[in-house]
């Protein structure tokens, strides 16, 4: 029996891995919020999807990139990952404290 060996993903399977995610999140909040939101909220749906696919193209850019840049654009995506990721959290705490003081 032999063992595999399981290359850790690249940095772009990962931040596409976490676009997906992000989709789905931002899919989810919609879906379970639909119908009961405020403009606002509305208004950061938006702006979070708008987030996401600024991460995407810096994440197509990475790709045609030469070296020197790779690095600075790598550390501007993972900043964006954790901004993105603390606004979508921030945002569904936001819904779930919400929909509990119904």
Same mark, same amino acid.
């Given at each position: 029996?032999?063992?595999?060996?399981?290359?850790?993903?690249?940095?772009?399977?990962?931040?596409?891995?976490?676009?997906? @995610?992000? =989709? &789905?999140?931002?899919?989810?909040?919609?879906?379970? !919020? +639909?119908?009961?939101?405020?403009? #606002? %909220?509305?208004? /950061?749906i938006k702006?979070?999807?708008?987030?996401?696919?600024?991460? @995407?193209? =810096? &994440?197509q850019d990475?790709?045609?990139?030469?070296? !020197? +840049?790779?690095?600075?654009?790598? #550390? %501007?995506?993972? /900043?964006?990952?954790?901004?993105?990721?603390?606004?979508?959290?921030?945002?569904?705490?936001?819904?779930?404290?919400?929909?509990?003081?119904?």
């Open positions: 029996m032999s063992r595999h060996h399981v290359e850790p993903e690249t940095f772009e399977e990962k931040v596409s891995t976490h676009l997906h @995610e992000a =989709k &789905s999140q931002i899919e989810a909040i919609e879906a379970s !919020a +639909k119908g009961e939101l405020a403009q #606002a %909220e509305v208004d /950061a702006s979070l999807k708008k987030q996401r696919q600024e991460i @995407e193209k =810096k &994440s990475l790709k045609t990139s030469g070296e !020197a +840049k790779a690095a600075q654009i790598k #550390a %501007e995506i993972e /900043a964006d990952i954790a901004k993105f990721n603390a606004a979508v959290e921030q945002f569904g705490a936001k819904l779930k404290s919400k929909s509990a003081t119904k």
